[in-house]
């Protein structure tokens, strides 16, 4: 196609968010374009003074249906379909009375924002639009002669391509706009679909899909040879990608999914009952804790492994205060996420002019359904969201000792902090905090080792004489395969164990715990994270 202009002489404009409607409404008119519009959006154009026509009085056909029916008309789809210059369908114009729509603005009933705000079933239903996307398929299938825009933002685009080019619009900026309507119909029809799949229960639909808008184009991706962006999908989850940015530099490919891993660890953890802290580095918690104060469960966190921690994510599940802040800007970090941050905390944090400081306003519901999407050769790997959650009554004790209070107490916390940790995971906690943290390894004897090793490493830098695991229990994500593993964490100083259960030789490990003396509980539920 070569890219040359078209003239812009007849619009339709159809639009549920009305942001800036007035002034292109007011732009297109200045520049000779007459306008065509339905319902609310007629009334807001003729309500400031700008002339503009009815589509029932342009095809003859008033709406109908409760506005269910009213563009969708051969005097609308054929002045959009109609190809420009072809002469049998400009005489089918002429014999029926049809004129060329050259620009097209809709944007659709908004769905994905009623049912975040937990619409019933028949009000979602009537805000699922069907005219809408009618109409901007047809403009989009027809950009070499149609300009279709479908959000507020393109409004200004337009318009300096109908300025630079004598009142016509170039192909180059059809595409683009044409490329925009169908991922925009693609991710409305995604939200729907996904919907009514959750309204009817089904896990796996035939057909599954997955759409979102642009939130942030990122510099590159985990690597500096890779291309990302950011999207946002229209849940209405706080955590990083719908949080508000107070300071810093943009966030990367890897600091949005550090900072989502360390949120929603401590979104785990309900602030009415306690602070929760916990930092991250590549996805992994290097220190969590829980304390009286946010700044105790800081403290307590950054002990655990205070060398990792450097250039890390802190995430809180309460608002920060200006002493919490002084302790974090000790040590470098990339991003701090929490549900708010009082002045004084913002104060200090201005003073790390990189420092990423995210507030959310809330934390998200860990309890609460959802799906993660990954890519595979070929397809999509779906699964819901790891939502389980162990609780006290839910334990098992399978050996001779039963664990004390303050055991079970820290076996829970461990179990919920090992749910966040790439597998093979084994997490040592003593007192609410994690003292040792084994992540990613390919044998769990491996994390087991590595997680004691930390700990001991950890009480070097604090002048310990006694590694930090001494005295904990320790959780692991998964079964002991075998009794190896178990006398690696008797070997660090646990003296209690919360595990799944489920292998062929528990019999073999439960052996083993009582020998050791320690104390175990299984949980019948697994928490692999690859």
């Known amino acids: 196609m070569v890219d040359h202009p078209m003239p812009v002489r007849r619009a339709l404009l159809s639009v549920s968010d009305k942001t800036g409607l007035e002034d292109f409404a007011k732009a297109l008119h200045a520049r000779g374009v007459e306008l065509l519009s339905t319902g609310g959006t007629a009334k807001a154009i003729a309500a400031a003074g700008i002339p503009v026509i009815d589509v029932s009085e342009y095809t003859g056909f008033p709406e109908m249906m409760d506005g269910r029916v009213k563009t969708l008309h051969p005097k609308v789809h054929g002045g959009l379909l ?105 991710a409305y029809d995604a939200a729907i679909s996904n919907w009514f799949a959750d309204e009817l229960g089904e896990d796996a639909p035939a057909f599954r899909a997955f759409g979102g808008s642009l939130k942030q184009s990122l510099r590159y991706g985990e690597n500096p040879h890779q ?43 309900n602030p009415t009952d306690t602070a929760a802290v916990a930092i991250i580095k590549h996805a992994n918690p290097c220190g969590v804790a829980l304390g009286t104060s946010v700044i105790d469960a800081y403290k307590m966190a950054l002990r655990c492994d205070p060398t ?32 708010a941050a009082d002045d004084a905390a913002r104060k200090v944090f201005a003073a790390k002019k990189n420092l ?34 162990v609780e006290l009554p839910d334990l098992k004790v399978v050996t001779k000792r039963a664990p004390s209070e303050q055991e079970l107490n820290d076996l829970l916390f461990a179990f919920r902090v090992g749910k966040h940790v790439k597998s093979n995971t084994i ?54 395969p075998f009794a190896d593993g178990l006398l690696v964490v008797a070997e660090a100083g646990a003296t209690a164990v919360i595990q799944p259960g489920g292998s062929m030789r528990d019999d073999e490990v439960i052996a083993a715990a009582d020998e050791a003396g320690l104390a175990m509980v299984f949980t019948g539920m697994r928490h692999f994270r690859h």
């Open 82 to 186: 109609a190809v420009r210059g072809n002469g049998e369908h400009e005489k089918s114009m002429a014999d029926h009375g049809i004129d060329a729509i050259d620009l097209l603005v809709v944007n659709l009933y908004p769905f994905e924002a009623t049912v975040a705000k937990g619409a019933d079933y028949d009000t979602s239903i009537e805000n699922i639009d069907i005219g809408g996307p009618a109409m901007i398929r047809a403009a989009a299938k027809n950009h070499a002669g149609v300009a279709v825009v479908v959000e507020p933002n393109d409004y200004a685009r337009v318009l300096e391509d109908l300025d630079a080019n004598n009142g016509a619009t170039t192909l180059t900026t059809r595409k683009a706009l044409a490329q925009k309507a169908y991922a925009r119909t693609a």
């Open 308 to 339: 990792s921690a450097f250039g890390g994510i802190v995430a809180v599940n309460q608002p920060l205060d200006g002493a919490t802040a002084e302790e974090i800007t000790k040590v470098f970090t990339e991003v701090v996420i929490a549900p």
């Open 427 to 480: 997490v040592y906690v003593k007192d609410g905090a994690t003292v040792g943290v084994g992540a990613g390894q390919m044998s769990r004897i491996d994390s087991a080792r590595i997680a004691a090793r930390k700990g001991a490493d950890a009480a070097e830098v604090a002048g310990l004489s006694a590694p930090l695991t001494h005295g904990s229990v320790a959780a692991s994500d998964a079964f002991f």
């Open 356 to 389: 990423r400081l995210l507030v959310t306003g809330a934390l998200p519901d860990t309890a609460a359904g959802g799906w993660t999407v990954k890519t595979v050769a070929g397809g999509l790997l779906v699964q819901s969201k790891d939502n389980g959650r």
């Open 227 to 269: 291309k990302a962006a950011l999207y946002l999908s229209g849940e209405q989850r706080p955590g990083v990608a719908t949080a508000e940015q107070l300071q810093g530099k943009a966030l990367s490919y890897n600091n949005i999914n550090d900072t989502d891993a360390a949120f929603e660890l401590v979104a785990e953890f």
